[in-house]
């Protein structure tokens, strides 16, 4: 059987250098926060129980942010450094087993990664195993000093290290394994004997040294996934790193998608074979698209759900809603929220719709507003039509039956029913209920007057 594994995430710090009024770890990259990422890693190597986020700065919103995880918490209410930062978590973990701490600012750190490094520790007989990589400019990190035999004679922070430590390029990741007991054993023992004065997880090293244990490094020879984020400047890198890595597997998996360098696809979006997704696309939130879906250009999708063979032409906004197979949206659309858009429908250029349900094959072609309507199937909507579902205090809904025919510039004041086959005459405002197969004409009569141009352009002129 596998050895339990608890893990520990750091995510107290509020990440001075984002010079941000928001948490270092609640800032996102790839579509999630950054602390979401390394609960994730850490959910591939641990159950969700046996993992422990350490709060602080913002702690309700991270809380929040993590409340469908089923992760566990520890408040650090005051930030005395990373050992402190552990040690807030101790009641809430198993005293046996594998305990591995992730930093919530590296988000990029795979799951495979993380397994290897648990496989190291666990068959080796050290007390713990450190994540190293080597960096062109280590600046800021810990460095790794190494004993003869190639272990981890310490760690050195980089404001206490001497000028030759601070030659040294072996990084401390900050992401360990260490075996549980012994960490809980130990960790006491770290003070504030520091320049910063700060609880340093990276004394536990010599800690354990000094208890006759070894601390074994797991070099990665590739610093990329090791990447941690103290800046904005780092988290757009990081951002591109994940969005590229998407959009490859996307395409890898038979999604075409067109200068795949100007799209953005969030890492929960999933797309079907034979899509195309054009330039200057955002898929984002939990959009899945079905097959042969074509995405135009500039359009952006928020947790919409496509069936096959949709085509949104260029410049439409679909959020939070459905869409069946077969159907067109756009150009220039907007599905604001909640719509429930049926099989082979058609919506045009400049068509609205809100929290709106329409049956298969309805048609809106231009300029319309729907809101909290049900478009029966196959009704035509005329260009220019409005539901007026706002009285000023309540909104109403607007109830279309099957077939029916909307004119042109229809204006439909809600609370409304029109049965299905009604006609409503071009240009009308519709305030009572239509009977089934009946036409509703509700506008002034027209009137001609002959001759009244001619007249009128003669007398202009003789002035
Ligand atoms: C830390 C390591 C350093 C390593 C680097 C890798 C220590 C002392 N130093 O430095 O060796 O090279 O990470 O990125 O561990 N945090 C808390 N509570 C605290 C302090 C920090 O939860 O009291 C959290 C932060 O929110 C952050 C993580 O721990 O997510 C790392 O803290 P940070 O201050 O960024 O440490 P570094 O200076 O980067
Ligand atoms: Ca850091």
Known sequence: MDPRVSVVILAAGLGTRMKSKTAKVLHRAGGLTLVEHVVRTGQAVAASGDIVVITGHQAEKVQQTLS??????????????????????????????????????????????????????????????????????????????????????????????????????EINSGIFCFRAETLWKYIGQISTNNPAGEYYLTDIVEILREQGFQVQPFELPVADELLGINTRVELAEVDRIFRAAKIKQLMLDGVTIERPDTVTIDGDVTVARDTIVESHVRLLGKTHIGEDCQIGAGSVLQNAHLGSGVKVEPYSLIADSRIGSGASVGPFARLRMNNDVGDNVHIGNFVELKNTHMGQGAKAGHLAYLGDASIGPKVNVGAGTITCNYDGVNKHRTVVGEGAFLGSNSTLVAPLEIGAGGYVAAGSVVTDAVPQDALAIGRGRQMNKDGWAKVRRETIKKK
């Open 68 to 169: 469908s995880y089923g992760v566990r918490f520890a408040l650090q209410a005051e930030q005395k450094g990373t050992g402190h930062a552990v040690c807030c978590a101790e009641s809430e973990l198993p005293k046996e087993g594998f305990l591995v701490i992730l930093s919530g600012d590296a988000p990029l750190v795979s799951a495979d990664t993380v397994r290897r490094l648990i496989a190291s520790q666990v068959g080796s007989s050290a007390a713990a195993t450190v994540l190293t990589t080597r960096v062109a400019d280590p600046f800021g990190y810990g460095r790794i000093l190494r004993d003869d035999q190639g272990n981890v004679a310490a760690i050195v922070e980089q404001k206490a290290a001497t000028p030759d430590q601070l030659k040294i390029d």
